[in-house]
């Protein structure tokens, strides 16, 4: 069985996933995939094609903090950005629903962090 815990900030997902993880189930963490593929040169190079350096830092990585806020004011680039991050997600988080199809419960969480 497979379930997904998302939802609003202070609703009780951290307290929802903690319980699952501390039964025993193997939760995969949607925003820790997230993290990760902003750390590959393919997402950097594809942010670069789609925007231009606008989202680079002075130190040549994501400025993570400026494309949140652009994204979040802007559903154009919005759609784009999420034309980027989804495919690498979903393809990570398929990957390990089958690496882990056995357990008996699979939670997908997405908690959020500021």
């Not at 609003?8 to 501390?22: C, H, I, L, R, Y």
């Not at 025993?24 to 950097?44: G, R």
């Not at 004011?73 to 989804?86: G, M």
């Amino acid at each position: 069985m497979i379930i997904g815990i998302v939802g609003e900030a202070g609703v009780g997902k951290t307290t929802a996933t903690t319980f699952f993880q501390k039964n025993n189930a193997y939760v995969i963490f949607a925003d820790l995939i997230v993290k990760y593929i902003y750390t590959l040169d393919q997402t950097k190079a594809a942010l670069i094609k789609e925007f231009g350096n606008c989202f680079i830092s002075s130190n040549k990585t994501i400025d993570k903090r400026k494309l949140r806020q652009e994204a979040f004011h802007n559903p154009h680039i919005l759609r784009k950005l999420e034309t980027i991050i989804w495919p690498p997600m979903k393809k990570i988080i398929a990957a390990e629903v089958e690496n882990h199809k056995l357990e008996p419960l699979i939670v997908l969480s997405y908690l959020t962090q500021n």
